[in-house]
C-alpha cells in the first residue's frame, strides 16, 4: 500500500517561510505525479503546487507563483514545497497525493481528482 507522509508545517509569521516535506514508501516518487494541495476551513481543497514523474516538469497556481518552489530529491525519495513571503491565506491543512500518470503535470496544474494515493496532511497557519 502507497504511503506519503507530511511533514514541516508549523506556525509562521507573515513574510516568513516554511518547507514542507512528502516522505513516500511503496513507491519511487520519480515514477509518479507529485501533487501538493491545501484546504483551509470551509473551502474545497485546492491544487498548490504538483511535479511531473521522469523530468519533473512542475507548475503552481497562480496565487503561489513566484513564492513556493517544488522539487524533489531521488535519494531521500521525498518531495519538498518550500513556502516563502506566506500570507495568511496560506493558512491551510496542507497534503500531498501521488499518481503513476506519465502525462500528470507535464503541462498543467493536476486537479485534486486526478490523484489516487494521498497523505494525512501537515498543518500550516500563518498569524502574526
Known amino acids: 500500500q502507497l504511503q506519503l507522509v507530511e511533514s514541516g508545517g508549523g506556525l509562521v509569521q507573515p513574510g516568513g517561510s516554511l518547507t514542507l516535506s512528502c516522505t513516500a514508501s511503496?513507491?519511487?516518487?520519480?515514477?509518479?505525479?507529485i501533487g501538493w494541495f491545501r484546504q483551509a476551513p470551509g473551502k474545497g481543497r485546492e491544487g498548490v503546487s504538483c511535479i511531473n514523474s521522469g523530468g519533473g516538469a512542475t507548475n503552481y497556481v497562480d496565487s503561489v507563483k513566484g513564492r513556493f518552489t517544488i522539487s524533489r530529491d531521488k535519494a531521500k525519495n521525498t518531495v519538498y514545497l518550500q513556502m516563502n513571503s506566506m500570507k495568511p491565506e496560506d493558512t491551510a491543512l496542507y497534503y500531498c497525493?501521488?499518481?503513476?500518470?506519465?502525462?500528470?503535470?507535464?503541462?498543467?496544474?493536476?486537479?485534486?481528482?486526478?490523484?489516487?494515493?494521498w497523505g494525512q496532511g501537515t498543518q500550516v497557519t500563518v498569524s502574526s
Open positions: 511503496e513507491l519511487t516518487v520519480s515514477d509518479y505525479a
Open positions: 497525493a501521488a499518481e503513476r500518470t506519465p502525462w500528470l503535470c507535464l503541462i498543467s496544474m493536476a486537479r485534486t481528482g486526478d490523484f489516487g494515493s
